[in-house]
Every structure is written in C-alpha cells, then in structure tokens.
C-alpha cells in the first residue's frame, strides 16, 4: 500500500499559521492526496484534498509537490479549536473500490 | 443531515458473548465502510461495502462479520472476540465518486473481557 510519513507531533501559537509536512513518495498518479483530523473522543473529520493542483478551502489549504512526493496543509490562522491529530491520506483504488491509507498522523498543539 | 450515527457508544463483552453494532447514514450515500482505531494509532480500514455489497475485507478475522441490509444501515457482528480486539470501532460513509469525502461516526467503544 502506498504510504505517507508525517512528523509526530507540531506546536503552534494561536492566531499563527500552520504547515504541516507529509511525505509521499511512493505515490501513484491516480492516488488523491487527502487531509483528515480527529479530535479529541470523536471520529475523523474530512478537511481538504487534492490530485496535482494547491486546493483551497474554507478550512485550510493543500499545498503539493510538482512531483507530488510530499504535500503540505496549511491552517492560515490556528485557533484553539483547531488542536487536533491531523492525517495525511492517501486515497487509493484496490479491486475497483476506493480506500483511505491513513498515515500515522500529526498531534498538533495550539497554545494560547 | 450529513450525520453518521453508531450505537452504542460503549460495549463490554465477554469472550464467549454475541453483540453487533450498529451504524445508520440518511445522506444517500452507496459506500460504507468500518474502521478499527486502537489507542493513539491511526484508523485501520476493515470492510468497505459499495451498492450494498462487500468489496473490500482486509483480511479481517472471521468472528468480525458485516452486515448491510440496505443502503442506509451497516452492521458488524461480533463473536468469541479476543481482548486484543478492544478498541474504537468507527463508521463511514460517502459517495460512490471519484473524489468523495467521508463522514466518520462518532465510534463505538469496545472493551472485551
């Protein structure tokens, strides 16, 4: 299974912007990049994903590689309500079915 | 209503026990799909059913077993479960596309004794 590789854990101060790193490398050319995160005693909430071209989105926004190896989520403005583990994912097709391949995910901190 | 929701929210069960959980979307959505989630670990994919029907098991042990009896509802039976298979059990939904969002459950706590 293609696979991603994110760092275990960021910090961030409130009202700051956010990158949040994901490699990729294995990648196929019809794997979608996707973003989820999970707080704290709830299941995983979708918040952006992509192919090939930056994604926007009311949430954040998904910044990838020419080469697609590695992708970034960016959250323009942290709040406290956006501390979170956070999934890089790739979307996959096995057996003409679609499936998500989390990664190991990210805890991200945000600090008053 | 773009909710997934699954009962119960907690489970204790013995080893010897039969249970099943349950999870019900009214969003039309034609794929759903169950997840394992043990602490701090990501989520793992077990079943994926499209159209009501199973087209992925990721070599999931026999005494989990699924269920789909219509488009909105998705069960997963349970028997002679081992401790180690204590953990979250998620469930989701979308839409059969090529790009599609998932709308996760809340989970089903399970603790077997």
């Known amino acids: 299974d293609a696979k991603t590789t994110q760092p275990n854990s960021m910090e961030s101060n409130e009202e700051e912007p956010v990158h949040l790193p994901c490699n990729h490398s294995t990648i196929s050319g019809t794997d979608y990049i996707h973003w989820y995160r999970q707080l704290p005693s709830q299941g995983p909430e979708y918040v952006i994903h992509g192919l090939t071209s930056n994604v926007n989105n009311r949430m954040a926004s998904l910044a990838i590689a020419e080469d697609r190896k590695s992708s970034t989520l960016i959250l323009h403005r942290a709040t406290l309500r956006d501390a979170a583990v956070y999934y890089c994912i790739l979307r996959v097709v096995q057996g003409g079915s679609e499936k998500l391949v989390f990664g190991k995910g990210t805890k991200l901190t945000v600090n008053p | 209503d773009t909710e997934v929701t699954q009962t119960p929210k907690h489970l204790v069960m013995g080893m010897t026990n039969k249970k099943s959980l349950k999870c019900e979307q009214h969003?039309?959505?034609?794929?759903m799909y169950w997840y394992k989630q043990k602490a701090k670990k990501p989520p793992e994919l077990m079943f994926v059913?499209?159209?009501?029907?199973?087209?992925i098991n990721e070599s999931v042990p026999s005494r989990f077993s699924p269920e789909c009896p219509n488009s909105s509802l998705l069960n997963l039976h349970l028997h002679a479960l081992q401790p180690e298979d204590s953990a979250l059990y998620l469930c989701a939904s979308s839409q059969l596309a090529v790009t599609y969002e998932q709308y996760f459950g809340p989970g089903t706590r399970l603790t077997v004794t």
């Open positions: 969003m039309g959505h034609r794929a």
């Open positions: 059913y499209s159209y009501e029907k199973l087209s």
